[in-house]
């Protein structure tokens, strides 16, 4: 059994995003996941930033031919999952939280919001030399289905233009706010934004109403399935303790922990 996470002050938390369904089209992605994932790191699973030397680059929107553009899930087969982090609250947490993962040999993917990265400048190269993959979360954490083109599309390239000051690039994945799936007009700013997909999720932790994590953990091992995309948090203590045993969990089932565009493409 991976160690518990130590206890961490839940600082400022992250507002959870609703989930409920704005597109009746459920999607699906193609393709396998590479090697890699949560076993004990070994030379290619560096077990936190330091160990990587370098500084990593930051990667381009992802593009995978084939694939639709609201992607959900990827296909049930292999022995992968990804797990995404919607991206605000204390960095301490969110930290402590990126290091039980580095600690595992699991890479994440962090859907970061905009005004955090404004406060949390740092975040952004810690998350990219842990291993882990970073993308948007609009630059407010608004409802954004809800909201008028302008208004949207402002949230959208808003976070882009932080990511891409940060790290060079608008990040790898665009994820609406407050809502699990993009409305076919939130998809089509999104690529008008330079994001070729929308990122969605089938399974939802339900960690952002602090729970506890014993009820976190069994949520993901509950639903968690190869090629499933599990949608948590990073500024929940609860996330923290719950993320050593949701990794030995799929472990145990002989399932990997790896970035979403490892998991697609």
Not at 116 to 137: C, F, K, S, T, V
Not at 213 to 218: D, E, F, G, L, T
Request: aromatic share 4%; net charge positive; charged share 20%.
């Amino acid at each position: 059994m991976l160690r518990a996470a130590s206890a961490v002050a839940a600082g400022a938390l992250a507002t959870g995003c609703a989930t409920a369904r704005t597109d009746t089209v459920s999607v699906r992605a193609s393709g396998s996941p590479p090697p890699g994932g949560t076993g004990p790191p070994g030379p290619g699973h560096p077990s936190g930033p330091a160990a990587s030397g370098a500084a990593r680059a930051a990667r381009p929107p992802t593009r995978a031919p084939g694939l639709p553009v609201q992607i959900q899930h990827g296909l049930p087969r292999g022995n992968a999952v990804a797990l995404t982090f919607h991206g605000q609250g204390d960095p301490k947490t969110a930290a402590a939280l990126l290091g039980e993962a580095e600690r595992a040999g699991a890479r994440v993917t962090v859907l970061a919001v905009g005004s955090w990265l404004d406060e949390q400048p740092r975040m952004a190269r810690r998350i990219l030399d842990g291993g882990h993959e970073l993308g948007n979360h609009t630059q407010r954490h608004l409802d954004i289905c809800a909201l008028a083109a302008d208004e949207a599309y402002a949230e959208i390239s808003g976070c882009a233009d932080r990511l891409r000051k940060l790290t060079g690039t608008i990040g790898s994945w665009f994820r609406p706010s407050r809502t699990q799936y993009a409305t076919p007009l939130v998809t089509r700013l999104a690529r008008k934004a330079g994001y070729p997909h929308v990122l969605s999720y089938d399974v939802d932790s339900l960690d952002a109403d602090d729970p506890g994590a014993p009820a976190v953990q069994r949520t993901v091992l509950d639903r968690a399935r190869a090629g499933s995309i599990v949608s948590l948090h990073l500024g929940h203590a609860g996330t923290v303790a719950a993320l050593p045993p949701i990794l030995d969990g799929l472990h145990r089932r002989g399932l990997r922990a790896v970035t979403t565009t490892e998991l697609v493409t």
